[in-house]
């Protein structure tokens, strides 16, 4: 079975015209396959992929072509990981986008990456990185195709012994990982857990497993605040967590000279969201 398609056939090339390619006009979701080879929190993903290709300004719907390729793909690929990219297609004069655009749809399929497994036992650490995000409120949540920012972040070699790096805004709000979101847990003042998630207002990207986490959270009757986070928070906090729709829920065991231990929690979580590997 091919492992790329480009709108529903087997291909591996677009046009250089592309806007995809001569801008990064577009957007995409990654998504796991579980065991049993059925996508994980599909909806969701079709979902946000629809509200981000609004915010770009162009319409996108799932055709029952591209369902049917999931739904198949996913079968004969369990535990690996699927990637739908969205271009606003060809056309265009300059940056000027097209009045009637014809979307473009990449579907492409991978191992999921090995060291995920690991993480979920073993927990990260994170290094802070020197390369902050810019504020864009009009992009901000969006999982768009222009990911430079992300690539300047990991062009640069991490310390030995260290997972990802650790990502500011321009304002030093502390935002995400440059894979993951990032979930801080404290006591309430009633003595409980409660779960702190940076704002994705200015910068960042608002991912589905954050929306995901968020909910469980909420039904496992811990308190959830999504506000700005500032660097001094990593000192008052007791225990970190990231999340994507890949590694799922991943404690953070360090950042920089500061030492967490896993939450107590984690692990009920995952199987709270079924996101165990």
């Given at each position: 079975m091919?492992t ?7 291909a591996e ?6 806007r995809?390619?001569t801008y990064?006009?577009g957007?995409f979701a ?24 609004a915010?770009l ?19 004969h690929f ?10 606003r297609?060809?056309?265009g004069r300059?940056y ?6 014809q ?5 492409s ?5 090995a060291?995920y497994?690991a ?5 990260v650490?994170l290094q802070?990185?020197?390369v902050?995000?810019?504020?864009q409120?009009?992009l901000?949540?969006i999982?768009?195709?222009n990911r430079?920012?992300?690539?300047l972040i990991?062009?640069r070699?991490?310390?030995e012994g260290?997972?990802d790096?650790l ?12 894979m993951?979101n990032?979930f801080?847990?404290?006591n309430n003042a009633r003595?409980?857990?409660?779960a702190?998630?940076?704002?994705i ?6 991912g589905v497993?954050?929306?995901q ?5 909420l039904?496992?009757?811990?308190d959830?605040?999504?506000q700005?986070?500032?660097r ?10 990231i999340?994507?729709?890949?590694c799922?829920v991943?404690?953070i ?5 500061y ?5 107590s929690?984690?692990s009920q979580?995952?199987?709270?969201l079924?996101?165990q590997l």
């Amino acid at each position: 079975m091919a492992t790329v398609w480009v709108n529903g056939e087997a291909a591996e090339k677009i046009s250089v015209y592309d806007r995809a390619f001569t801008y990064g006009d577009g957007l995409f979701a990654t998504m796991a396959v579980d065991v049993a080879g059925k996508i994980q929190f599909l909806s969701c993903h079709l979902q946000r992929l629809q509200q981000g290709a609004a915010r770009l300004g162009f319409c996108w719907h799932p055709s029952e072509l591209l369902l049917s390729l999931l739904a198949e793909t996913a079968s004969h690929f369990p535990s690996h990981c699927l990637k739908l990219q969205l271009s606003r297609g060809n056309g265009g004069r300059g940056y000027t986008p097209p009045a009637d655009p014809q979307v473009t749809e990449v579907l492409s399929v991978n191992p999921l990456p090995a060291q995920y497994r690991a993480w979920q036992r073993q927990g990260v650490t994170l290094q802070t990185s020197t390369v902050a995000l810019a504020r864009q409120p009009l992009l901000a949540g969006i999982k768009h195709l222009n990911r430079l920012e992300q690539v300047l972040i990991k062009r640069r070699p991490l310390a030995e012994g260290v997972d990802d790096w650790l990502v500011y805004d321009t304002e030093a709000n502390l935002l995400e990982t440059s894979m993951a979101n990032l979930f801080l847990i404290t006591n309430n003042a009633r003595g409980g857990w409660q779960a702190l998630t940076p704002a994705i207002n200015y910068a960042g990207v608002s991912g589905v497993m954050r929306q995901q986490v968020i909910m469980a959270l909420l039904a496992m009757n811990i308190d959830v605040q999504v506000q700005a986070v500032r660097r001094d928070c990593l000192s008052r906090v007791s225990h970190l967590f990231i999340c994507n729709s890949l590694c799922g829920v991943v404690d953070i065991t360090g950042v920089d000279s500061y030492r967490y231990p896993p939450w107590s929690l984690s692990s009920q979580l995952r199987q709270h969201l079924a996101i165990q590997l």
